[in-house]
Every structure is written in C-alpha cells, then in structure tokens.
C-alpha cells in the first residue's frame, strides 16, 4: 500500500513538472494594456524583444508523454526493490551419436513374417535366405520387427533366423 502511494504521488509530482513546462519552463509576460508614458514604451519594446528572442517550447505529444509516463514509473519502480541479477541458464546440449540402422539378411531357407511378435498371428509373407532387412525393434522374447527393403512391408520375424550383413 505504501508504495501505491509512493507511486501515486511521484506520478502526480511528474505530471504537474512536466505539465508545466519541465525544465524548459519560461514564464509568458502579460501585455501592456495601457501605455501612458514614454518610459513605459521603452519597456514594453523591451519585453517585446526579451520575448522574441526566448526559445518556443512545443508542447509534449501524447507519445512523448506516454513514453516519458512509463520510464518514469519505471525508475521509481525500481527504486524500490532490490536490484536482482538473473543468474544465466545452463543449458546441457545432449549430443547423441548419429543412428546407425540395423541391416540384417534372413539366415534360414525360408521364413515366416509374421503380424504379431508370436507363431500365434498370422503369417504375412515366407521369405527366402538373403532378403534384406532392417530390424526396427527387438522384444524380450527374441522377436524382431523388420522392415522388408524391396516390399516395403513390416513384420516379425524371430530373430535367431536373422544374420548380421
């Protein structure tokens, strides 16, 4: 809450200084109305002139306002907390080797593919010794699912009917 109100008046304390001029602020000479001597002619042409040759203070834009309104607020923000330093990330970079595919050929005279991991599914295709495959994974019971190069299907086959190419 106290700091709301920090905030509030600081802002309000900005607002009034920069509405009044900021540090450009030049206070407007009121006009002579009346001029009934000669000495007061001299100083009015003197006023004249002092005010000629004053700088002209543009009025602040809505954009320049804005932008000074949230540097503004910023600092005052930040004077209030404690300055924290972000410690840097570490980042571990996890560089695995390149993944060197599994190419087999069939060992045995002629094997089933199967559909399932088991001689319970169904057989897809009997494949003669020396097709080539690539071994996609192997389960605990020691069946492989292959990829056949020139058919392009998938199946298991066991994988002590495989060598290695």
Sequence with gaps: MTRFVVLSLGFLGWGFY?????ADFVP?????????????????????ESV?????????????????????????????????????????????PPVVPDRRTVAAARVNMRSGPSTDYAVLATLPRGTKAEVLEVNLDG???????????????????????
């Design 143 to 165: 069946w492989a699912r292959v990829l056949i190069f020139q058919t392009g299907e998938e199946g298991w086959i066991a994988e002590r009917l495989l060598s290695d190419s």
């Design 28 to 48: 407007e000479v009121a006009a002579v109305a009346e001029i009934s001597a000669p000495s007061q002619v001299e100083e009015q042409v003197e006023i004249e």
């Design 18 to 22: 920069e509405l009044s001029g900021g």
């Design 52 to 96: 000629a040759q004053t700088p002209v203070v543009e009025e602040p834009t809505a954009e320049s306002v804005s932008r000074a309104d949230s540097e503004m607020l910023l600092s005052v923000a930040a004077s209030f907390e404690p300055e924290t330093v972000d410690e840097p990330e570490i980042v571990e970079v996890i560089v695995s």
